[in-house]
């Protein structure tokens, strides 16, 4: 890693958000060459912000070793970057970690049992902080080739879940001139432990074909896709489950639950 300009550096602790902004306009090798320089601790918050395709380029590049980006970052900013990525590549990364107490930390944060909706959490989403200029929302989805645009998560100056904004709202000529925060549709989102039986019954489901998903600190871990999740459900309805996968249910549940208490309980002691 090459020096860094130590002004640079406390900017992209203190405003990661506003470091990707300005960050995004270079050239992936630009981009690729100021990562490599920046402090350890503070890779995993700017990456994380950055636009899927650039974001996507860096992660491709053999350049990197995201393992320790997220071995050196705030435990918030793992899940974080985790939550960009497709599910095979965030399991692959965490079963890469040197470190084994995060590893364990992650596998219990991030994995769940195939009848749970945290189990079918993808990345087609695109995370805006509420503060972002709504024209670059608008840059990132023009450069996605896609026929049809993913879920716009938005998340409040904390990093916790605001809610979504349309694609077709944000790029229709109503939303000129608008602010980005005007326009965030506050849409109740799924926790990962919750069955899929359960969350195939959210009410979003009417007028959405993704929905986000958020632990219980409200921060986003990723989407979940109508199509994917009602299919699972119909494989995981109580007709064809029996009692004997009901009581697996609970009891994965239970397990998941008080690993999560435990460690929280940890935490408090070390502090």
């Known amino acids: 890693m090459r020096e860094t300009d130590p002004v640079i550096a406390d900017f992209a602790e203190r405003f990661p958000d506003s470091f990707a902004q300005v960050l995004r306009k270079g050239s992936d090798a630009e981009i690729s060459a100021m990562v490599k320089s920046l402090p350890p601790q503070s890779i995993a918050a700017v990456v994380a912000r950055m636009p899927s395709a650039r974001l996507l380029a860096l992660l491709e590049s053999g350049e990197h070793s995201p393992g320790e980006w997220l071995e050196d970052a705030p435990f918030d900013d793992v899940i974080m970057l985790l ?4 599910r ?14 995060l590893q364990r930390r992650l596998k219990r944060h991030q994995q769940y049992p195939r009848h749970h909706a945290g189990f079918y ?12 200029p709504a024209s670059a929302v608008l840059d990132e989805l023009r450069s996605i080739d896609r026929d049809d645009p993913p879920l716009i998560v938005v998340v409040d100056n904390s990093g ?29 989102p799924i926790a990962p432990e919750t069955p899929v039986t359960a969350a195939a019954e959210h009410e979003g489901w009417l007028e959405h074909n993704w929905l986000p998903v958020v632990d219980n600190k409200q921060r986003v871990l990723g989407a979940l896709a109508r199509a994917a999740l009602l ?33 929280g309980v940890l935490s408090r002691r070390r502090t």
């Open 231 to 263: 299919g699972a459900a119909n494989r995981a309805s109580p007709s064809q489950q029996g009692t004997s996968g009901l009581l697996l249910e609970l009891v994965d549940g239970i397990t998941h639950t008080l690993g999560e208490i435990l460690e």
């Open 160 to 188: 916790r879940y605001a809610g979504v904004l349309s694609p077709w709202q944000l790029m229709s000529d109503r939303f000129s001139g608008q602010r980005l925060k005007d326009q965030v549709e506050y849409v109740p």
């Open 121 to 132: 959490i993808e990345d087609a989403f695109l995370r805006v902080d509420i503060d972002v």
């Open 83 to 86: 939550s960009r990525m497709r």
């Open 88 to 101: 095979e590549r965030r399991v692959a990364l965490i079963a890469s970690l040197s470190n084994r107490r």
